[in-house]
């Protein structure tokens, strides 16, 4: 079953509008955390934003907000006023230990369009 | 800032050749990890090392095996490469207990 799932394989946004990029995760861990990560056409992977499952306001850098939802298991990415340098794939990821080693596992990704 | 590097953003090579990829970190993390990605699929580990000589597998470590010599270089080695190991395929490092995973540019490998 998959760990982390993406349900969006696109989404289009005007630019200076707000997008939600859903993400839902399955565990049994009462520790865990859920990341997101930006990836331009460059291919870095860039961090964007960190939720630990204890934690118990929503993480917030800047533009980006994380709307977590424990009891629905979800950790939906919010970005305010959308900007054309925003246009890439977005990949939720969780932290989970396994044989004592902590391991991130990854969705399938969701490719943001910004337009003018 | 943290800096982890990959000896070539580009790879071509043939079916059957033995084929080595290096990622470089300067921020002296202990932990460093082999990803690939295929569209559709995500990010998928293949190994990951918590020390230097140390290694584990990843998800999906068949066809593929690594070399921790140095403490901050991670080395991918595809022993007989496959038109199936066509992918891009990225290098990671985080510190014992931090949680954050930092990632070089990859490098996207071409089998024919």
């Known amino acids: 079953a998959q760990k982390i799932t993406q349900t969006q394989p696109g989404m289009f946004v005007q630019e200076k509008e707000a997008v939600t990029l859903d993400c839902t995760y399955d565990?049994?861990?009462?520790?865990?955390?859920l990341f997101w990560y930006k990836q331009p056409s460059s291919g870095e992977m860039i961090f964007l934003i960190y939720q630990g499952s204890y934690d118990e306001q929503n993480a917030t850098e800047g533009r980006y907000s994380l709307n977590f939802q424990k009891a629905r298991k979800s950790a939906n990415l919010v970005i305010s006023a959308s900007q054309l340098g925003d246009s890439a794939m977005y990949f939720c990821a969780m932290r989970e230990l396994e044989g004592g080693f902590q391991k991130l596992v990854f969705g399938t990704g969701t490719r943001l369009l910004v337009s003018p | 800032d943290v800096k982890v590097t990959q000896s070539s953003r580009y790879l071509v090579k043939r079916t059957g050749e033995k084929v080595f990829l290096e990622c470089v970190q300067d921020m002296d993390h202990e932990n460093m990890f082999w990803y690939r990605q295929d569209p559709g699929l995500g990010l998928r580990l293949i190994y990951f090392?918590?020390?230097?000589?140390?290694?584990e597998k990843g998800d999906i470590p068949e066809g593929y095996s690594v070399s921790r010599e140095k403490k901050e270089r991670f080395s991918l080695i595809l022993e007989s490469a496959s038109t199936n190991q066509t992918s891009m395929y990225l290098c990671?490092?985080?510190?014992?207990?931090?949680?954050?995973?930092?990632f070089g540019p990859g490098t996207r490998l071409t089998v024919t």
């Open positions: 565990t049994s861990d009462q520790s865990y955390g």
């Open positions: 990671a490092s985080k510190a014992r207990g931090d949680y954050e995973q930092y």
């Open positions: 090392s918590y020390d230097v000589k140390m290694k």
